[in-house]
């Protein structure tokens, strides 16, 4: 079995340098078939959008606590939102965060009758602008920069494993997507809290960028035998990591890893991450596109060996549902009081008990 004990950094600056191009596709291959994680140096974003980004997480969440109630995700079918500390449990065990739901420009288009999943893409939940100025242009602005370079790294993706140029482009049809992200703070923990951020999970879809936005590590990944790494932060890197559903088009070629989020120490400063994550149509189903590798690929694939035991199983619906259905099922578990509001078929399905306390993705 092939392993890792740390997390590869990637410099992206190679791409453009035609004699180092190779050298970054090695590494990108090896990454996304051994270890599912990368960071990702010098990206193609703008550093003082980056750095206001950062400046602004803190400010985010000392908006008043009206506004907070005002924002709260159980007032958004699209599931945006606010998200008090201890909405979640993941694998039994409060999650001690908190935490904004935001997303790429999309105008709602579900009508009566529609999957209820088209459901999910709509206009996000955003604080007043006199409360803290300037922070949706430039967290919009930054969104669309991420947004560019996670299309760029399909591409990227695609040549690492010897695909044909368009081989991915029926997850990403012309038109408008809408993809999702947060601004998320996790708050030292006291003498008697449990440790645990956010517990070990999956993320969905393709691909994650995740801005490190403060100094604190916490971040770890869960290696081929089930071993946790640490991933601190890098300055000027994105983390990025392969969602369940890239793992399930690629049969298992690329590697979706589990991960967590350890709160910071008693008596510590809060720590903040930004993360980014890639959405594909929402009507597809991932099997139904089959992606022929080359021999050479899949030799790779069993160098690997098998996976060991996983702390996670989230997102495991991909092989039977469409990608929305998929991702509407997420949301359903994770937020109970939304699904409640505007989902009432599925959380009867998922909570035939009525509203629990705390949501749950598995």
Known sequence: MSNFSSVPVLDYSLVSDPARRP????????????????????????????????????????IPEDEKE????????????????GAEITKGKTDQREQFDFGTPFEARWKPGDPEYLRLWGPAQWPEESLLPGFRETYLRYLKQVETLSYDFIALLVE???LPSGALAPFFPPGPMQHRAKVVKYPARDSVTSDQGVGPHYDSGFLTFLLQASDHPGLQVQNLSGEWIDAPPIPNTFVVNIGKALEKVTQGLAQATSHQVLSPPPGSTP???????????????????????????????DERGAVGASDSVNYSE???????????????????????????????????DGLPAQGSAY
């Open 23 to 62: 050298e970054f596709i090695a590494q990108l291959r090896h990454a996304l078939i051994n270890v599912g994680f990368l960071y990702l140096a010098n990206p193609p974003v703008a550093r003082e959008d980056t750095d206001a980004v950062i400046a602004y997480a803190p400010k985010l969440f000392e």
């Open 70 to 85: 005002r924002l709260r995700m159980r007032n958004s079918p699209h599931f945006f939102g606010y998200s008090r500390v």
């Open 160 to 162: 690492a494993f010897g």
């Open 271 to 301: 720590r903040y991450s930004v993360p980014f994550f890639q959405s594909i149509a929402q009507e597809v189903r991932v099997p139904d596109i089959q992606l022929e590798f080359s021999p050479e690929i899949l030799r790779l694939k």
């Open 318 to 352: 991909y092989g039977q549902y469409p990608s929305g259905q998929v991702n509407l099922i997420g949301r359903v578990k994770s937020h109970p009081d939304v699904a409640e509001r505007y989902y009432p078929e599925l959380f009867k399905k998922y909570y035939p």
